[in-house]
């Protein structure tokens, strides 16, 4: 009798290849959920170690057509198993929801890179709406990556087939589809996501099932087709022991506030009207009652800061917040806090302008108007956030500055801080530096503008304190007493008098550290959001042996004091900077120093190649 033996058949298995590095970004619609893509992807990511830097990029518009050009959405991250600094010069892998996103998007992606496409929706009248005369996916154009071709759109309604959700629903969960298979792609577990929807659509759970069903859909079509050959596995980041929390920097911005009224001892106040980008930190300071915050939604900027001078001079800690076009018109309110000597904070997170400008791209071009944007001698002290988790920081140290000098302070964010995100290592309360403010109590000797003898601040005292009743305005004072004063040499005085006071801050300020060796041919002096990408340009080439070095200001107004020496110990002094050269202007100015001036003003961050071969060209 024949025998017959059956083999089972050979699954293969995808290979695993290790990567230290990935940068992914997520294009399509504005409707297409391509934020909560992104967010969720670096949720995840933060959640299993790895170090993680992302870029939002928001259309400006706010219905643009479907299917069009200025209403691209896009989300890039970047996620490694080491120390990273910026979300990346290259996209490794794009996924593309239609074929606008793929015109705005594909060249930026690396040679060679992963991209991922939905074919549904390359059909003739979106590939007009991109401005295509043939369809790139047909016509070679895009030889040098790595396509993957798949009907998200069609694979996502066939698995929410069995759901009860009208069809425009069902085809809006093709973005968590997408989510599925790069979760598989890249080794991500599923279970955070999950458990996100769980908690974001409980009230609707037809919902958060379809969600979930299209997640799941997408990890196993990666997992059963093996249309990925191989999948990529990025390991932990070796990262100081401590609790973290994947943090925006307006997130951060507003905790930071919060935890400086409570150094403080006093309520904070928030007054501000909606403005891209800085709108995230009213959202954020507006859940946080239960510290005694209170947020004032304006009707407009001149009133926003009014009431925020009106509760500084009742003892809150007063805070207004903006973008470049709300910093004109609160010009005059600032003129008033410096004149009064209250200590007013505005924030400005700055984008693209002039005017509306570029409401959802970063610039770095509000420096001169923060420094002189108002009418006479009007100084204020101004502080930078250099990333996203150091907006926390700076918060407190622009509130410190504030309370004991008495002087306005500006904090100077921007868009792709605010919106971009990193790992924040959570403070502990009891590590950070006590500053509880002491007003002015005792009637005996009270005169409104009597100085302390270091910083030249005066007396914060509550109105309707009795015995110290005072009145103050926008009028010139006279020294002391406080009076309207027209005497041209009181003026004279005066004016001296509150531009020394902001440059006594220098006192209370760190030095500026140099990263590298302290003396060589090339300094790289930066300033705000440019920090990650000079630190890793300047890092590589160190590796390599070039001398040079970088060092990175946080406090704008008044400089370190120690900033003249370090510019003096290097051959060349370069700048990079998102405008056309302000802070260049102001070194230039302050310490002679002919600097070179490196800028760009495309609404988007450097990129490390460009440092680098700025750098290359003084070595």
């Not at 798949?150 to 929410?160: C, I, N, V």
């Not at 968590?176 to 009230?203: C, H, N, Q, S, V």
């Not at 004149?339 to 505005?346: A, D, H, N, Y």
């Not at 770095?364 to 009418?375: I, Y």
Request: net charge negative.
């Amino acid at each position: 009798m024949a025998v017959t033996t059956v083999e089972e058949p050979i699954m293969t298995k995808p290979q695993i290849e290790d990567l230290e590095t990935v940068t992914i970004r997520f294009a399509g619609d504005s409707g297409d959920g391509m934020q909560v893509t992104g967010t969720q992807f670096t949720a995840t990511s933060a959640i299993i170690g790895n170090d993680i830097s992302t870029l939002p990029d928001f259309p400006a518009e706010i219905r643009a057509p479907a299917g069009s050009l200025p209403g691209v959405s896009g989300y890039q991250l970047n996620f490694s198993s080491r120390d990273i600094r910026t979300p990346g010069d290259e996209p490794n892998v794009l996924v593309a929801m239609n074929p606008a996103a793929l015109k705005v998007n594909i060249k930026d992606l690396e040679a060679g890179g992963i991209l991922v496409v939905n074919t549904d929706e390359f059909v003739e009248n979106n590939l007009k709406k991109a401005g295509y005369a043939a369809n790139p996916l047909e016509d070679g154009s895009l030889s040098g990556f790595r396509i993957f071709r798949l009907p998200l759109t069609s694979l996502t309604l066939k698995a929410l087939e069995d759901s009860s959700m009208p069809f425009k629903q069902r085809e809006r969960c093709k973005n968590f589809y997408a989510l599925g298979l790069m979760y598989w792609l890249y080794d991500r577990p599923m279970e955070p996501t999950l458990k996100w929807i769980e908690e974001k659509f409980g009230a609707k759970p037809e919902v958060a099932e379809a969600n979930v069903a299209a997640l799941k859909a997408g990890y196993n079509y990666a997992d059963t087709t093996e249309i990925f050959t191989v999948h990529y596995h990025v390991g932990r980041a070796t990262i100081k022991p401590g609790k973290y929390r994947n943090i925006t920097g307006n997130e951060a911005t507003a905790i930071g506030f919060i935890t400086a009224s409570q150094l403080a001892g006093r309520p904070l106040f928030y007054g501000s009207y909606p403005i891209t980008p800085a709108s995230d930190i009213l959202h954020e300071l507006s859940k946080h009652k239960n510290f005694g915050v209170k947020t004032f939604q304006a009707e407009d900027e001149i009133s926003a800061i009014g009431a925020a001078i009106g509760a500084t001079f009742a003892g809150h800690l007063g805070l207004t917040g903006t973008s470049g076009p709300g910093i004109a018109l609160k010009s005059e309110g600032i003129g008033l806090a410096v004149m009064t000597e209250l200590p007013l904070v505005i924030i400005d997170v700055q984008r693209g302008g002039p005017s509306t400008g570029l409401p959802t791209k970063t610039e770095q071009a509000d420096l001169l108007q923060a420094m002189f944007g108002r009418n006479s001698e009007c100084p204020v002290g101004i502080v930078a956030p250099s990333t996203p988790a150091n907006c926390f920081s700076m918060a407190i140290e622009a509130v410190r500055l504030a309370t004991k000098y008495m002087a306005p302070v500006f904090f100077l964010s921007d868009g792709y801080l605010g919106n971009g995100s990193e790992p924040w290592e959570i403070q502990r309360f009891e590590d950070l530096p006590e500053m509880r403010v002491k007003f002015r109590t005792e009637p005996e000797g009270f005169l409104p503008y009597l100085r302390d003898e270091k910083t030249l601040a005066r007396p914060w005292a509550i109105p309707g304190t009795p015995g110290l009743e005072h009145r103050i305005g926008g009028l010139e004072k006279q020294n002391i007493t406080g009076n309207v004063s027209y005497d041209p040499e009181n003026h004279d005085f005066m004016v001296r008098l509150r531009a020394e006071k902001i440059q006594r801050m220098q006192q209370d300020i760190p030095e500026l550290d140099v990263f590298g060796a302290p003396h060589g041919r090339v300094l790289v002096l930066g300033w705000g959001s440019t920090y990650g990408a000079i630190t890793t340009a300047v890092e590589q080439l160190r590796e390599k042996g070039c001398s040079v070095s970088s060092a990175h200001l946080r406090y704008l107004n008044p400089f370190p004091k120690n900033l003249g020496y370090v510019l003096e110990c290097f051959e060349t002094v370069i700048i990079p900077e998102l405008n056309l050269g302000q802070l260049a202007l102001l070194v230039r100015a302050k310490f002679l120093v002919d600097a070179v001036s490196f800028t760009k003003v495309k609404g988007k961050p450097f990129k490390v190649a460009e440092l680098v071969d700025k750098i290359r060209e003084y070595l």
